[in-house]
């Protein structure tokens, strides 16, 4: 079974620019999560999507940070404008069901803003 | 919402010792409880998890246990290996999963 796929692996931008983050979850799976992890820390949620409907985005910062899940399936996280403080792993996740069993991760993809 | 706290955040031992992690959770709402090991530069993985329904989980060498009385749940590993080495994630969750900050675990030869 394919896992989660991400992409870019890596990226570097200055402050100001934007960045977008790509995400194919596990086939099948009708969650979908996005979530930051700055070095150091846990991951905290930025979004979670049921099918193509936003489930939770009480953290997500939207004056900066947008998300969407076009079809259900493969979704983007976009930056625009990065700040310095936007430096990180994003690591998307997928799981059969919302809130309940196990969430299969990425590989993540890290981003460093200068 | 749920907020986890997780304790200590970092825990050397020495190979062949026993490994705690302890993990408090604000929401009594809570049912599903898993542990997550991260090693360095990889992406999270799931080791063992718990619902509320049950007080102890084991899986060979690692053990969960959990107090909804007191809302807390410990991760804890036997017999510490080399590969045991990493960080390690509690987390809690009614709809959505929140994380702890973290331990990383050093297993000393």
């Known amino acids: 079974e394919a896992g989660v796929a991400q992409s870019p692996r890596y990226k570097i931008i200055e402050k100001r620019q934007s960045v977008a983050f790509w995400c194919n979850p596990i086939?099948?799976?009708?969650?979908l999560y996005w979530y930051q992890q700055i070095l150091g820390q846990g991951p905290k949620l930025l979004i979670q999507?049921?099918?193509?409907?936003?489930?939770?985005d009480s953290q997500l910062p939207k004056d900066r940070f947008s998300a969407e899940r076009l079809k259900g399936v493969d979704s983007t996280l976009k930056i625009q404008p990065a700040k310095l403080e936007d430096s990180a792993v994003y690591l998307c996740?997928?799981?059969?069901?919302?809130?309940?069993?196990?969430?299969?991760f990425g590989e993540g993809s890290r981003l460093t803003v200068l | 919402g749920e907020n986890v706290e997780q304790h200590p955040s970092t825990l050397s031992v020495q190979e062949g010792d026993s490994a705690v992690i302890k993990c408090t959770y604000s929401?009594?709402?809570?049912?599903?409880f898993p542990w997550y090991k991260q090693e360095l530069g990889k992406r999270p993985q799931l080791i063992i998890d718990?619902?509320?329904?049950?007080g102890e989980k084991k899986d060979q060498r690692i053990a969960v246990t959990l107090n909804k009385t007191a809302k807390h749940f410990s991760l804890h590993i036997t017999e510490t290996q080399p590969e045991d080495s990493a960080v390690y994630f509690c987390?809690?969750?009614?709809?959505?999963?929140?994380f702890g900050a973290g331990t990383t675990v050093t297993v000393r030869a």
């Open positions: 996740a997928s799981s059969p069901r919302a809130g309940d069993g196990e969430l299969f």
């Open positions: 086939s099948g799976h009708a969650t």
């Open positions: 999507f049921q099918n193509n409907g936003v489930v939770d």
């Open positions: 929401d009594s709402a809570s049912n599903y």
């Open positions: 718990i619902r509320s329904n049950v």
């Open positions: 987390a809690a969750s009614l709809y959505k999963l929140s």
